[in-house]
């Protein structure tokens, strides 16, 4: 679990389909304007990328954002596997630093979606060790806590989770929507962290605070349940009554109706 969470900066990460002991080793995703990738495999060309509905790619171009945006066609609609060698090719070329950036980011996502999640884990910190003060650092942290927590290391998770609130401190001005949609998920994320460890009276602690929230993005229906429920395990009684008595009256046709009149 260590060796996951902090990899030295000098190991050699494996990113290739099939991985963790296979063959096809990439030495640096993210190429330097010094020393490009050594990659194993060959590099997409102009005439053998994967083509999909809408996305036929012209033969002869190098638009870097065209196969871009056919890599996040073929995510989107559930096609990973024929979105990553796409990726994979624009990393192993020559492209803008900012390109490079935005492939990996997505790699990783496509990576976490083909359910490869030690691998998915090195991408986002191969991310972290060549773009620390990047914007999207607090995000691509909370995507490695919730991958951590698909592992089952719930400790480690929390860790990132935190790293997400300390890493979004430093996020500009401007960026304050984004600040406060990135700290909403990351304080969902710890009180379902704490919810599933058994940890109900902290996970109540957070889904109180978390009721406090006016967003419009928060569940307020699966928060006060769980909080209900995390309540009545640790035997707060009258808080539980009581949180249980106003969601009836504000959710009175919720599917948790039933479980909350037995609490």
């Given at each position: 679990?260590?060796?996951l969470?902090?990899?030295?900066?000098?190991?050699?990460?494996?990113?290739?389909?099939?991985s963790?002991?296979?063959?096809?080793?990439?030495?640096?995703?993210?190429?330097?304007?010094?020393?490009?990738?050594?990659?194993i495999v060959?590099?997409?060309?102009?005439?053998?990328?994967?083509t999909?509905?809408?996305?036929?790619q012209?033969?002869?171009?190098?638009?870097?954002?065209?196969?871009?945006?056919?890599?996040?066609?073929?995510?989107?609609?559930r096609?990973?596997?024929?979105?990553?060698?796409?990726l994979?090719?624009?990393?192993?070329?020559?492209?803008?630093?900012?390109?490079?950036?935005?492939?990996?980011?997505?790699?990783?996502?496509?990576v976490?979606?083909?359910?490869?999640?030690?691998?998915?884990?090195t991408?986002?910190?191969q991310?972290?060790?060549?773009?620390?003060?990047?914007?999207?650092?607090?995000?691509?942290?909370?995507?490695?806590?919730?991958?951590?927590?698909?592992?089952?290391l719930?400790?480690?998770?929390?860790?990132k989770?935190?790293?997400v609130?300390t890493?979004?401190?430093?996020?500009?001005?401007?960026?304050?929507?984004?600040?406060?949609?990135?700290?909403?998920?990351?304080?969902?994320?710890?009180?379902?962290?704490n919810?599933?460890?058994?940890?109900?009276?902290?996970?109540?602690?957070?889904?109180?605070?978390?009721?406090?929230?006016?967003?419009?993005?928060?569940?307020?229906?699966?928060?006060?349940?769980?909080l209900i429920?995390s309540?009545?395990?640790?035997?707060?009684?009258?808080?539980?009554?009581?949180?249980?008595?106003?969601?009836?009256?504000?959710?009175?046709?919720?599917?948790?109706?039933?479980?909350?009149?037995?609490?």
């Amino acid at each position: 679990a260590e060796k996951l969470a902090d990899p030295p900066p000098s190991t050699t990460a494996d990113l290739s389909p099939g991985s963790l002991g296979g063959s096809n080793v990439v030495q640096n995703y993210a190429p330097t304007s010094n020393s490009p990738s050594q990659v194993i495999v060959s590099p997409l060309t102009d005439t053998n990328l994967p083509t999909a509905a809408g996305f036929a790619q012209p033969a002869g171009t190098n638009d870097f954002n065209t196969r871009l945006a056919m890599a996040r066609y073929l995510e989107n609609t559930r096609q990973p596997e024929t979105a990553e060698p796409i990726l994979v090719g624009l990393l192993a070329e020559n492209v803008p630093d900012s390109m490079q950036k935005t492939a990996l980011f997505e790699l990783g996502a496509v990576v976490r979606e083909e359910n490869d999640l030690p691998r998915a884990q090195t991408i986002y910190t191969q991310f972290l060790q060549r773009w620390p003060n990047d914007i999207k650092v607090p995000e691509v942290l909370l995507r490695q806590g919730e991958i951590f927590r698909q592992m089952g290391l719930n400790d480690l998770a929390l860790g990132k989770f935190y790293s997400v609130m300390t890493s979004a401190l430093s996020l500009k001005n401007d960026q304050i929507d984004y600040y406060q949609s990135l700290v909403l998920q990351t304080q969902i994320e710890i009180a379902e962290t704490n919810y599933l460890m058994g940890r109900f009276a902290d996970a109540a602690d957070f889904y109180a605070r978390l009721l406090q929230n006016a967003d419009p993005g928060l569940n307020r229906t699966q928060t006060q349940f769980h909080l209900i429920r995390s309540l009545a395990i640790i035997g707060r009684n009258g808080q539980a009554v009581g949180q249980a008595q106003d969601f009836i009256s504000r959710y009175p046709d919720a599917d948790q109706v039933p479980e909350v009149r037995y609490y």
